[in-house]
């Protein structure tokens, strides 16, 4: 999908949606959009989940070398070994009110538990 963008401009807005939704878990764009970089993160989580020196370095380019995308990348290395493919979903949303552009949610499937911390009983 060119998205009426030159290739630079293109790239860019993919790179940038692909770290908000690497950063934020998930998030709402246009449906065409989603769909757009759906199979540009696959690909992403594929070279995660060989994790040698030439994947890092092939997403460590994709990405324009932003680091803190990256390594959230290769955090989640657990979710590439429960699944080879499908890491993420697309949920449709209601239309946009002021242009009436079609929005969707998407989300990774699998996300990563955090430990819960007990919590220490205060003892008095």
Do not use: H
């Not at 998205?3 to 908000?20: Q, V, Y």
């Amino acid at each position: 999908k060119k998205l009426s963008r030159n290739s630079g401009s293109r790239e860019a807005l993919f790179r940038s949606l692909i770290r908000s939704l690497v950063l934020g878990g998930k998030m709402e764009t246009p449906k065409i959009k989603a769909k757009a970089i759906q199979g540009d993160v696959a690909k992403l989580l594929g070279l995660v989940a060989n994790d040698s020196l030439s994947s890092r370095r092939l997403v460590m380019s994709r990405l324009a070398n932003d680091k803190e995308v990256a390594d959230k990348l290769f955090e989640m290395k657990p979710i590439t070994e429960k699944r080879n493919s499908g890491f993420t979903r697309i949920i449709n949303l209601p239309s946009r009110k002021g242009d009436n552009a079609s929005l969707a949610r998407i989300e990774f499937v699998d996300t990563l538990e955090k430990p819960k911390e007990k919590k220490e009983k205060e003892t008095k």
